[in-house]
């Protein structure tokens, strides 16, 4: 079982970028998903997590109202849209699965993650 993330780089502040993650070795259409993140010197955060159905969606304040997770089933993918990114948001972003949504949600661990991918938001 793999995730692969892909996406990430450097930005200016204001700017946007659009995560992906790719899913292998088995489906993933019953599992929620989601996306975390560390800072340097900062504790790992959940910061968006999406339902297997993609009706049920959680960010966290920090991000609210700036990204957007989304899933396609079909294709085994789930995405972050990142706008109005600020040098806050630099940190390297992981991908993750898991089998309970509501396990996802207590932002601790996950069955499944990705090797992570840099963002760097310049101010």
């Known amino acids: 079982v793999q995730l692969v993330e892909s996406g990430g780089g450097l930005v200016q502040a204001g700017g946007s970028l659009r995560l992906s993650c790719a899913g292998s070795?088995?489906?993933?259409?019953?599992?929620?998903m989601g996306w975390f993140r560390q800072a340097p010197g900062k504790e790992r955060e959940l910061i968006a997590a999406i339902s297997w159905s993609g009706g049920t969606t959680y960010y966290a304040a920090s991000v609210k109202g700036r990204f957007i997770i989304s899933r396609d089933n079909e294709k085994n993918t789930v995405a972050l849209q990142m706008n109005s990114l600020k040098p806050d948001d630099t940190a390297v972003y992981y991908c993750?699965?898991?089998?309970?949504?509501?396990?996802?949600?207590?932002?601790?661990?996950?069955?499944?993650w990705g090797q992570g991918t840099l963002v760097t938001v310049s101010s």
């Open positions: 993750v699965t898991d089998t309970a949504y509501a396990k996802l949600l207590q932002g601790r661990e996950a069955d499944y």
């Open positions: 070795g088995r489906t993933f259409s019953t599992d929620a």
